[in-house]
Each structure stands twice: as C-alpha cells, then as structure tokens.
C-alpha cells in the first residue's frame, strides 16, 4: 500500500500537470516558440531521439568519467588525509577554496589551459572539481569515524596502519562515502553540463550544447526534451548510487534498514 | 610468581579546565599471579579502566613501573561496550585477532568458530551485529578476546550494561571459561556482588586519583551468588569500599 502509494501519488501529479498544460497550450494558443505543449516536446523527442541519444552519451560519459575521477581522487586525498594530521592541515583549506569557487568562473581558464583540441579532457577536470568535494568531505568524515577502542583493539593484537586503515577506517568509511557519491554523482552531471555551457558552440556535443543550439534557432519543445532528459539521468544516477548504497550497506548499516524489520 | 606487576603507577591526562591536566591514578601499586581471577572494584572515574589500558600497554604510565616479569603475555581485552565491527558477521569479528596476526583463513575461521561456541554463539556465525541481542553481541566480543589464546584477559565492565539475568549467565560462562584455560583474569567493575562471586580477590580502590585501599582475599566456597560465604564477601566488599570512599 505504501509502495504503491509512492509510485501512484508522483504520477497522479504528473498526469494532472501535464493534461493541465496540454490543455492550456490548446486553449490559448500559445505559439511553440513560447511554450509547447508536452505533445509537441514528445513528438520533438522522436523526431531528434538518434542525436539527442549520441548527445546524452557524450555528456553522460564526461560526468561519468569525471565521477570516477573524483572517487578516485577524493578517497585517495582523505586516506592521505586519516594518515598525517600535518598533510590534512596544509590541504584542506584548498579543497575548501576549490569548492567555493564557482565553477563558471574557473572553467574558462581550464579550457584554455587544456585546449580546445582536448576539450572532452578539459569538460571532465571541470565537472571533476564540482564533484570532488563531497566525496572528499564524506570519506574524511567517515575515516575518522572509526571506533576508537576498536582501533585500540588492533593494536593490541600489533596491527599496522595499513591493516587499521584496510580493516577498521575504511568499512568504517564506507557509509559516509557513498552518502558523498551521491551527491558528487548529481553535482558530476552538473558540472559536465556547465562546462559544456562554457566551451560553447563548435566544441561540445553533449546535451547542454543542444540546449544551447535549440534555445538559438527557437526549437522550444527540442530544448525541452533535452532539458528533461537531462534531468532523467540525473535521477537515474541517484537512483542507481542509491541501489549501490543499499546492497553494500543493507546487511549492517541502520540506514539502509527499514524500522519494521 | 607474578604475572603482573604495577609499582607506584601514576597517569595524568591532559585536560581544558584544569591546569596541569586531570590526575587519574595517583600511585597504583598491586601484583597478580598466573591463573587469579582479580576484580579491580571502585566507584566511577577512579581510574580502573585507566589501570586496565596500562595493563594492555594501551597507554604509558607518566611514573611507575608496568612490569610482566615473566615476559609479556598474549592479552585478551574486552571492553565496556561489545566493540564489535557492525559490518561483519559474528564469526569475522571473532576472527580478528587471527586476521591480524595473518593466521591463514581457514585454520582462522575454524579457531574462530570454536571461539563462539565456546562463548555459548553456536550457529550465529554469520549473524550480524545489529541481529544480535546485547549480551550475544558481548558473547561475540569474549569470542574474540579468546580466539588468541590469551594468557591474560583484562575486561572493563563488560556488563555493566546488560540486564541482570544476562549479566549472570555471562559471568558463568566466564568463570567456566577461565577455569577451563587456567586464564589470568583482570575484571574491572562497580558491582561489589560481581565480584564477590566471580573473583579470588578484590582490589578495592579509592576515587580519583586512584590507589589501592584494601586488597581483600576472598574465602572459598562460593559456588552460588547466594551462597553464605558469597553473601559475607560481598559486604566485606562493600564496607571496604565505603571506607575507601570516605578516605
């Protein structure tokens, strides 16, 4: 009941929302190059589905890689981090300014430091520093989070940081971590779509650049596929760092534990 | 024969409000021999888990000496709360000790499976924690502390927080347990019953900074927490503890 409840009640508004503005568009005619209406943007859909797909796997393909990236990086700082007090206090304010710089305002300089002859490289160091920073941020947190007497456990028993850090920080870190991906998964989308924004026409090929594109040449309801499109894939990267959350933590970790059970 | 020995120790620790830091045990001074059950009993913060991390050589001692004249013994330690590592089953967290010390996998998960029954965990192996009641999960963490076979096992109140029906069954087992390996133990506690039934001796010990008040021998003939001499124990226990207190 409470399942159905949560698939039923998101549609029901999507139905009224859509018929809504169906109807509204019909009604007053509103031109196309205002508002289309949602049977002109599915239709659009169709019409453009083989270039909007290669379009979407070209941005999807930067955010992806710039996630992995950003895993990578974020996770490998933070050990680095758990290990030298010293390296942590020297570093993190970086991190920090990296994160609240916007990224609009440094991309530009990364486009032309990389070069327009690389610019999927450059499209993937952008949206890289917008996700960077949770992951970062979660597996800090979560390296330090570890059982104290846990830890002074392994040392009883004459356990080596790496063993610590291997069994102890890092399961340990393991929930804090992925609750960070799943920021850093959306914010990867985001930043290979602003970067995509900045590189600007000529260059890009992804879903941002036919925004771009359509918006220029008044293809309102093609603007609108691309835009929820875009949207479609950013929940579908919750979604599927949610599911990844749930089967690595479902077995021990009270968040992914219903209260019934 | 002694298998540890503390003289004269002390311990600070540092701290914001008070200048100088905090001083936990004053001059902690006492010995025990190869196969004793001794209770470290006294009221809360006089340092007797402070003693107990010494013991392990978790901590170091600021004055004093820490000695194991015969050599430092394998320890087993087991804590207050169960410690236990939530995102492993019951047999991997028994395990490691084993893990760490690289014994290989299998003979582990065989010393280990042994371990939990011996601990009253037959067939919870791949039980999780959070699938465990509070005194299994504290049967999990006595598992572990044993698969090493220590010479030596150091509990700090490890069931201070169970119910007292679990708190018993826990503290048969462990007698049973230690009577079966000729274990050395060092049961830190406030329950002046504890005590009086598990342990050969008492050492009372006075509050913050801690020193040993009275070192009580405890009679034999103690075979149940009713029995008479258990009973007499138990308020010599508590008499020397409120003297300690008042001192």
Not at chain 1, 164 to 171: G, T
Not at chain 2, 20 to 26: C, D, E, I, K, Q
Not at chain 2, 73 to 86: A, S
Request: hydrophobic letters at 50%; one cysteine or more; charged letters at 15%.
């Amino acid at each position: 009941m409470n399942r159905l409840a949560n698939i039923a009640l998101p549609l029901a508004v999507a139905v009224l929302l859509l018929g809504t503005w169906e109807t509204a568009v019909a009604h007053w005619q509103v031109p196309r190059y205002v508002l289309p209406a949602p049977s002109a943007i599915a239709r659009a859909f169709l019409d453009n589905f083989v270039s909007l797909m290669a379009a979407l796997a070209a941005t999807l393909m930067v955010s992806l890689e710039a996630f992995l990236a950003a895993t990578v990086l974020g996770v490998a700082t933070a050990i680095g981090f758990s290990q030298s007090k010293l390296l942590e206090r020297t570093l993190y304010p970086y991190a920090v300014i990296l994160q609240v710089t916007p990224v609009v305002a440094i991309a530009p300089l990364i486009l032309i430091w990389v070069g327009f002859e690389h610019i999927n490289l450059a499209l993937v160091i952008i949206s890289t520093i917008v996700a960077f920073f949770p992951i970062l941020a979660g597996a800090t947190l979560g390296l330090k989070s570890a059982d104290f007497n846990l830890i002074d456990l392994t040392r009883l028993y004459g356990a080596s940081r790496a063993q610590v850090l291997w069994r102890i920080r890092l399961p340990t870190a393991l929930p804090y971590l992925l609750s960070g991906m799943k920021t850093a998964g959306g914010l990867a989308l985001i930043g290979a779509v602003v970067a995509e924004f900045v590189a600007g026409s000529g260059t890009a090929t992804g879903l941002a650049w036919r925004i771009v594109e359509s918006g220029n040449r008044l293809e309102i309801a093609t603007m609108f596929a691309a835009l929820g499109l875009l949207a479609a894939t950013g929940v579908a990267i919750f979604a599927a760092l949610s599911l990844l959350e749930w089967a690595l933590l479902r077995r021990w970790h009270e968040s992914a534990i219903s209260s019934q059970s | 024969m002694t298998l540890l020995s503390l003289s004269q120790v002390g311990k600070r620790f540092a701290s914001t409000q008070k200048e100088g830091g905090t001083r936990a045990l004053g001059s902690l001074s006492f010995q025990i021999a190869p196969g004793e059950f001794v209770s470290l009993l006294g009221p809360s913060g006089c340092g007797k888990s402070t003693a107990l991390r010494l013991a392990a050589g978790l901590l170091e001692p600021d004055a004093g000496e820490i000695a194991y004249p015969g050599g430092k013994p394998e320890i087993g330690f087991v804590f207050q709360e169960p410690t236990l590592m939530p995102w492993a089953d019951a047999l991997t967290n028994a395990r490691l000790p084993l893990d760490l010390k690289h014994v290989p996998r299998a003979e582990a998960n065989d010393r280990a499976g042994q371990a939990l029954a011996r601990a009253g965990l037959d067939g919870f192996e791949h039980a999780y924690p959070r699938e465990l009641s509070g005194g299994m999960k504290m049967r999990v963490s006595l598992a572990r502390a044993l698969v090493a076979r220590p010479k030596l096992l150091l509990l700090d109140e490890p069931f201070a927080a169970l119910d007292e029906i679990t708190r018993h069954a826990l503290g048969d087992d462990l007698l049973r347990l230690w009577r079966e390996d000729g274990l050395t133990v060092l049961f830190v506690t406030h329950s002046a019953a504890e005590s009086s039934y598990l342990s050969q001796r008492v050492l009372v010990m006075t509050p913050r900074p801690g020193r040993v008040a009275a070192d009580i021998a405890l009679a034999t003939g103690r075979d149940t927490r009713l029995s008479p001499p258990t009973i007499q124990a138990q308020r010599a226990i508590s008499e020397a503890l409120s003297t300690a207190m008042a001192a």
